[in-house]
């Protein structure tokens, strides 16, 4: 039987490295994701995870269990990724002029929702969205993306989002919205439904 | 309230906005079909969002990611590294207590046993050292003395 992940920890702590090599096995696809969706490049992905769960490991001593693990290394990977956007993209624009009014029109509200239909998991159309997530995804400016994904991969609320990223409250709700507006766009066009009235779902 | 002033909070988690928004907010929902739209439209962008990613990472081969994790952790941060012949010796004791709580006894017992066979047996040996049990660092001496059998049980020394 799986040992829960405090057990593990716990153990962790007190130098077992097999405890600890659980922990990453088990928590590994999740933080990739999360770091994926942030940072976009595969192999920049996985540097970030990697590193989070260094981190993970030098500072677990300071871990309270209050939280659960999984929200503190999600919480890590997210610092790890954002970091490295800014470090390596010191340069780029991440302001919400970034994107642009006709973007925002192409889609119609309930376009997107729509195609997908009331049953969303066994869709042909949704199975295409997905892989095609990450493409979208790219097209979103960095902190727009940040945001985008820490909030549906980790239901960070606009407080917790606003604390991490050094932004007021207000802009992370705009942000948000814009990154939201932007993707359906994009996931409608992909998909051949950006214009109202163009026969989305079959 | 507006759609432009309704559109950012829509998507919000429960217990989110303060009370008077989120009234505002249903007010405004219940009335305006292209703002219920819009929120149909996140909670699909929501489920693609996480599918999506879940996924790519799915696709990752991660089969080395834990060793390439592991590699960058200092040795000396796990318990009983670096572990040379004494210190798996002594990880090996710790891991069987038993083992090793009976071993340190076992000199003594055996020096007993030996103590009382000889003296059932009528032998008659030195007057002061009869005999000696070794095992691992462990000595047992049994002294026969005038006032009877003494067993002394302590760290054997090199070359007795």
Known sequence: ?202 | MRCAGAAPLLGSLPGELDPTEGALLGAHLATCEACRARLSDIEALSGLVQDGLRTEAARRDLSTFADGVMARIPASAWRGAPAGPLERLRAFLRRHRVLAAASAVAPALAALALYLYIGRTGGTGPSELSVEVTSEDLAAIVLDTIDGPVILVGESSEGT
């Open chain 1, 1 to 202: 039987m799986a040992l829960p992940d405090l057990e593990l920890v716990e153990r962790a702590r007190g130098g077992d490295p097999e405890a600890f090599r659980e922990l990453v096995v088990r928590h590994q696809r999740r933080v990739y994701a999360v770091a994926l969706g942030i940072v976009k490049d595969r192999d920049l992905a996985w540097d970030v995870s990697q590193e989070a769960f260094v981190r993970v490991h030098q500072h677990l001593a300071e871990f309270r269990e209050e939280s659960s693990f999984t929200t503190w290394l999600h919480r890590i990977t997210a610092r790890v990724a954002i970091d490295l956007l800014r470090k390596e993209r010191p340069g780029r624009r991440s302001d919400v002029a970034d994107v642009p009014e006709a973007v925002l029109q192409e889609a119609a509200p309930g376009v997107l929702a729509t195609a997908l239909g009331t049953n969303p998991q066994e869709t042909v159309l949704r199975h295409e969205l997905s892989a095609r997530l990450t493409e979208a995804l790219g097209e979103l400016p960095d902190l727009h993306r940040a945001i985008l994904v820490l909030r549906e991969m980790d239901g960070l609320s606009y407080e917790e989002l606003s604390l991490r990223l050094g932004i007021p409250k207000g802009t992370v709700m705009s942000r948000l919205f814009h990154a939201r507006k932007k993707m359906q766009a994009l996931l409608a066009g992909y998909a051949g439904i950006d214009a109202p009235g163009r026969g989305a779902a079959p």
